[in-house]
Nanobody, 130 residues
Framework: VQLQASGGGSVQAGGSLRLSCAASAPGFTFEVYAIGWFRQAPGKEREGVSCISGNEGIAFYDNSVKGRFAISSDQKNTVYLQMDSLRPEDTAVYYC???????????????????????WGQGTEVTVSS
């Protein structure tokens, strides 16, 4: 699976951005794959932001972005991350990744761990200025 992240940019605090993650692979389907968004700020470890099991309609968010970010899918091959009320601490390179599995079937109550995601896209940079 190849993943293409896009939509990053520079905004002022309080602004919005919409990131996209397009998956390409023969037979790609959200019945098999879930998508997660991660971010890595300079000098910090990569952390989970949100994830979605597209065809199950299940999504999880890190507490730091709840109520400000919204993840969605087009039920085909693209996942979006709508980021509103952006803060300077949201500044990071954002990555999308694919996980093979289904949240409801696995009884998951939060996103899979970073190490469980098998396929990664290149990052898209988000800069939020105060």
């Amino acid at each position: 699976v190849q993943l293409q992240a896009s939509g990053g940019g520079s905004v002022q605090a309080g602004g919005s951005l919409r990131l996209s993650c397009a998956a390409s692979a023969p037979g790609f389907t959200f019945e098999v794959y879930a998508i997660g968004w991660f971010r890595q700020a300079p000098g910090k470890e990569r952390e989970g932001v949100s994830c979605i099991s597209g065809n199950e309609g299940i999504a999880f968010y890190d507490n730091s972005v709840k109520g400000r970010f919204a993840i969605s899918s087009d039920q085909k091959n693209t996942v979006y991350l709508q980021m509103d009320s952006l803060r300077p601490e949201d500044t990071a390179v954002y990555y999308c990744a694919a996980f093979i599995g289904r949240f409801r079937e696995e009884g998951r109550r939060s996103c899979p761990a970073l190490s469980e995601f098998e396929f990664w896209g290149q990052g898209t940079e988000v800069t939020v200025s105060s």
